[in-house]
């Protein structure tokens, strides 16, 4: 009996000191899990273009040392290398770019190379800035953004004809209803068009609900945007939670064709915007402050402001 027992003492013991030895030696699929790499365009300017130098940048290069790294670009070109993972492509399009650690793991991002051309025509799309609802008599403000625009001419909808001249315009409705905004420009062959309710006119404590709104709304996706920006490269389901809370409760449109602009100087889509809000955890020096957000529509953001800045950690 006690032969029995010695037997299966030393097979148990065995088993478990392979198991162990099974687990040091495999590699260790949720630390790899962790791994993620961001794009950066080098000219700042939050577009991919051909012929731009992009460095790809992995977050956590301890991880990965001594592992054998790959990266297929999405176009047949294959780069081996750990650091310093720079590359230019020569013609626009969609990539499917693939990040593979020592044939175990693989981390895939799409990204989008477009023409200087493309970016020219992208920037130069006339938006019309302006609130979507209103009250009967109100000022509002109404604005229009585009490269190459020298002449405008605004129509309300009321008046039947041409109502104004400028680039930045006031204008008060007379009456309540549903009206068409249009807009043309030197640039454009038709007008664009935005779409506005104008209420019957209410006490002014009224009116205050409605403006208490619009700064509800900014501060609510202030809020998501930065914590986008605190979460860690790896909180992948951090990021998506925030990214597609605005999305769903805010837009109107795909999330690439809103438009966001940084301390009034730099352009990006919603998207890009908030996948660099959330690699930016990686720098270990600063982090990013979300100061201050306006939008364009309460009802459906096209265009969304942003005043940043850096806070040295």
């Known amino acids: 009996m006690d032969n029995r027992k010695t037997i299966t003492i030393i097979i148990f013991g065995l088993a478990a000191l392979a ?22 365009d080098t000219n700042n300017n939050y577009h991919y273009e051909v012929n731009e130098r992009l460095e790809l940048l992995i977050n956590d290069t301890v991880a990965v040392k001594d592992k054998r790294l790959i990266w297929q670009m999405g176009n047949g070109d294959t780069l081996i290398r ?3 993972v720079s590359y230019t492509y020569t013609q626009p399009g969609t990539y499917l770019i693939t990040l593979k650690i020592d044939d175990n793991y693989s981390v895939n991002k799409f990204i989008k190379v477009i023409s200087g051309s493309e970016r020219v025509a992208l920037d130069s799309i006339p938006r019309i ?18 490269e190459g625009m020298d002449t405008w001419q ?84 951090v990021y998506y ?10 837009f109107c449109m795909d999330a690439d064709q809103v438009v966001v602009i940084v301390n009034e100087e730099k352009y990006n889509d919603f998207n890009g915007y908030c996948q660099g ?16 957000v306006k939008i364009d529509d309460i009802y459906c953001v096209k265009s969304i402001y942003v005043t940043q800045s850096y806070i040295e950690k």
């Not at 809000?277 to 100061?291: G, Q, Y």
């Open 129 to 146: 800035h302006g609130v979507s609802e209103g009250y009967q008599g109100e000022e509002l403000v109404f604005f229009a953004e585009g």
């Open 154 to 237: 605004w129509e309300f909808g009321e008046s039947g004809m041409v109502d104004a001249y400028e680039q930045q315009v006031v204008y008060s409705y007379d009456f309540p209803g549903e009206y068409i905004v249009s807009l043309q420009t030197n640039t454009t062959k038709y007008p664009v068009k935005h779409r506005i309710t104008i209420l019957p006119r209410f006490e002014k404590a009224e009116e205050l609900v409605t403006v208490d709104s619009l700064t509800m709304v900014q501060n609510d996706i202030k809020k998501h945007l930065q914590a986008i920006a605190n979460a860690k490269v790896s909180q992948k389901s």
């Open 241 to 250: 939670e925030h990214t597609n809370y605005i999305r769903n409760k805010y």
């Open 277 to 292: 809000l959330h690699f930016l955890e990686s720098n270990k020096k600063k982090r990013v402050s979300i100061d201050d």
């Open 19 to 40: 198991g162990i030895l099974l687990v040091l030696l495999l590699p260790s699929k949720s630390h790899l899990a962790n791994i993620d790499f961001y794009i950066s």
């Open 82 to 84: 750990n650091t310093n």
